[in-house]
């Protein structure tokens, strides 16, 4: 089945820009979401289909989607956004939800 | 406001069954696809089932095929998972999840399940 490969751990310091990237056979050509999970608590959907943001979440995330690579970003990091960072997608060849192993991204 | 609530995580045996419900509010429940996503202490999310609205359509993680069931009952707004032949790789958080086709936009705040004797 499809696999999304996903850099374990990402660190920034508080105001520059965060890039997690999220590989993929082809998966420019699907649609990807992302998923922020602080600790303790639920995911929560940051972006779907590559680049939109769902009502209440802030400008600074962004997504893109090309090639075998989907990147979230997220700019004016806050210390806030320390989290666990997931990408997924519906993989329609074996009827699959797939999530990417994570990323913890880390204030410094 | 949408509200997921997940009950019947529990201790349970390697081998024993355990069946888990989600109350759900808030929205039309049987217009909505649901999904079941779990999550192993200190590890990441993995989807383990989802079914359309009307529950005539299932899907399942090969991890969990042939053992999970997941159903729903639209009239009182409720999802479920049953699940069988359990093991200690089941050991998870699971969560039920408001599953749409861009993702999922809400979840509730999940329930564990600990397989071990």
């Known amino acids: 089945s499809y696999v999304l490969t996903q850099s374990p751990s990402v660190s920034v310091a508080p105001g520059q820009t965060a890039r997690i990237t999220c590989g993929g056979y082809?998966?420019?050509?699907?649609?990807v979401h992302w998923y922020q999970q602080r600790p303790g608590q639920a995911p929560v959907l940051v972006v779907h289909?590559?680049?939109d943001r769902p009502s209440g979440i802030p400008e600074r995330f962004s997504g893109s989607n090309s090639g075998n690579t989907a990147t979230l970003t997220i700019t004016r990091v806050e210390a806030g956004d320390e989290a666990d960072y997931y990408c997924?997608?519906?993989?329609?060849?074996?009827?699959?939800?797939?999530f990417g192993g994570g990323t913890k991204l880390t204030v410094l | 406001e949408v509200r997921l609530l997940e009950s019947g995580g529990t201790l349970v045996q390697p081998g024993g069954s355990l069946r888990l419900s989600c109350a759900a509010s808030?929205?039309?429940?049987?217009?909505?696809?649901m999904s079941w996503v779990r999550q192993a202490p200190g590890k990441g999310l993995e989807w383990v089932s989802a079914?359309?609205?009307?529950?005539?359509?299932?899907f399942y993680a090969d991890s969990v095929k042939g053992r999970f069931t997941i159903s729903r009952d639209n009239s009182k707004n409720t999802l479920y998972v049953q699940m069988n032949s359990l093991r200690v790789e089941d050991t998870a958080v699971y969560y039920c999840?408001?599953?749409?086709?861009?993702?999922?936009?809400?979840w509730g705040q999940g329930t564990l399940v600990t397989v071990s004797s």
């Open positions: 999840a408001k599953d749409l086709a861009y993702g999922f936009d809400s």
């Open positions: 808030g929205f039309a429940f049987s217009t909505y696809a």
């Open positions: 079914t359309s609205g009307s529950g005539a359509k299932t």
């Open positions: 082809n998966i420019g050509s699907k649609s």
């Open positions: 289909d590559n680049s």
């Open positions: 997924q997608l519906w993989d329609g060849g074996s009827d699959h939800w797939v």
